[in-house]
């Protein structure tokens, strides 16, 4: 008996642990890449940062545009001032990034990000009540954004192999997920404690994390031959020429078009649950909340090799957990729809990036960035213009319950017109 002890006792030390450790570290974030790649942990680490820092700063001037005129038209028209600079410089940032360092051209972005929120705190300190100066600083910001954003996406297949790349791309859904969660929430309270331009200078000081990472990168000049300069024409023939990744885009465009509901908020929080402004903020967080839980509990993304089937049962399932919301009038069940979308959306993300990082060439990585930039930042101001206007001629509900199903119709048409995009392998990726 005792020998049956002693010899069981190194067998379980020396196997592999219990199944239901297995199972746990198994459904947690694949750390791999943070954790063997120094220069990717420490652009990781400045994303996060500064991702935080720069909601905080979305919050401080929506309220300080709020509290200058009393309008929300006024309020809105931040998000407008933000999105042509991010279609007109995602486009061309994407170009930049293909030909130059893109170390250099990420700090360049970093730094005028930096001095644009220097600025805003600096009026916010001397109480210019300007609204103007409020929605330039946040168009030259969403310039600077765009134009480094597409050099800092198309770093991540440098600093990690292919094997990684959906663990990275789940950490960096994790990092982005983090500042649209915990961002509003440091800001409203430091807002609130201390005035917007408390925000502002916390923001201006988070960059340096980002700085600090971009400073210590190796030079990331593209790869490849190049004749002359890079065409954002180039990128879009390019796109034309690889079915499935102009699938990915499509079936992004579908689920923001059809199935984001974010416009009706305020008219669903007070329809559907008697609510008010608390409330809105509740719907508004719980897509990005379902989107951190779903990066953290990323660990399965790698073993995913059918990335193709995966994208769209992610997004009709956006699609239908949008119906659903639609369709209960209970806040917690609500709120978890919500979340749920949120979760399947970032299913979606990093495996639409995934497709993306392999099938460019890296000399194409930023216009195809670019192009990825445009799809995100014009397919929710789309879906706040087709939800709004479907609720306008019916009601609210109606228009969340048709857009959450007219996105899983759109999945099951591209389904049926790209049979190849089901069949996609990661192990033998296809254009």
């Not at 990034?97 to 220097?118: E, M």
């Not at 994790?174 to 404690?193: D, E, K, Q, Y």
């Amino acid at each position: 008996m005792t020998a049956d002890f002693v010899t069981a006792a190194p067998a379980e030390s020396a196997g592999a642990a219990p199944w239901y450790r297995r199972a746990a570290r198994g459904a947690f974030a694949d750390l791999s890449p943070l954790r063997e790649n120094a220069d990717y942990r420490r652009l990781w680490f400045g994303q996060a940062v500064s991702s935080i820092g720069q909601q905080m700063t979305a919050v401080a001037v929506s309220v300080q545009v709020y509290d200058l005129t009393g309008s929300s038209f006024a309020t809105g028209l931040v998000g407008l001032c933000s999105l042509f600079p991010l279609v007109a410089f995602g486009l061309y940032g994407g170009a930049i990034a293909d030909t130059v360092d893109r170390r250099r051209l990420g700090l360049i972005g970093a730094a005028g990000l930096a001095l644009v929120s220097a600025v805003l705190a600096g009026q916010a300190l001397a109480d210019l009540g300007q609204v103007l100066v409020l929605y330039a600083a946040v168009a030259v910001q969403a310039g600077f954004f765009a134009i480094s954003s597409p050099a800092r996406s198309a770093m991540v297949p440098r600093l990690v192999p292919t094997h990684q790349l959906p663990a990275a791309n789940a950490l960096n859904t994790v990092s982005m997920n983090l500042g649209l969660t915990v961002g509003p929430m440091i800001g409203g309270v430091l807002i609130g404690a201390y005035g917007a331009q408390a925000a502002y200078l916390v923001d201006t000081l988070a960059f340096t994390a980002t700085l600090y990472a971009m400073w210590r990168l190796p030079a990331m000049r593209p790869l490849g031959e190049r004749k002359g300069r890079a065409s954002v024409l180039d990128g879009l023939r390019f796109l034309r020429e690889q079915p499935n990744l102009r699938t990915s885009f499509l079936a992004d465009l579908a689920a923001m078009i059809f199935g984001m509901p974010r416009a009706l908020f305020p008219a669903i929080a007070v329809g559907f649950y008697g609510g008010d402004a608390r409330t809105v903020g509740l719907l508004v967080s719980a897509p990005a909340v379902g989107a951190l839980i779903g990066a953290l509990f990323s660990g399965w993304i790698s073993r995913v090799h059918r990335q193709g089937l995966a994208v769209l049962a992610a997004v009709a399932a956006w699609g239908l957990a949008i119906a659903a919301f639609g369709l209960l009038h209970n806040l917690w069940l609500g709120l978890f729809m919500l979340a749920l979308a949120g979760c399947a959306d970032t299913v979606s993300m990093i495996f639409r990036n995934t497709m993306m990082q392999v099938a460019a060439p890296d000399e194409m990585r930023g216009r195809l960035q670019g192009i990825f930039i445009v799809v995100v930042a014009g397919g929710p101001r789309l879906g706040d213009f087709e939800s709004g206007a479907v609720a306008s001629l019916t009601s609210p509900a109606v228009s969340v319950v048709t857009g959450g199903l007219a996105c899983v119709a759109a999945i099951l048409l591209l389904a049926a017109r790209r049979p190849a995009f089901l069949r996609y392998d990661a192990r033998h990726p296809t254009p």
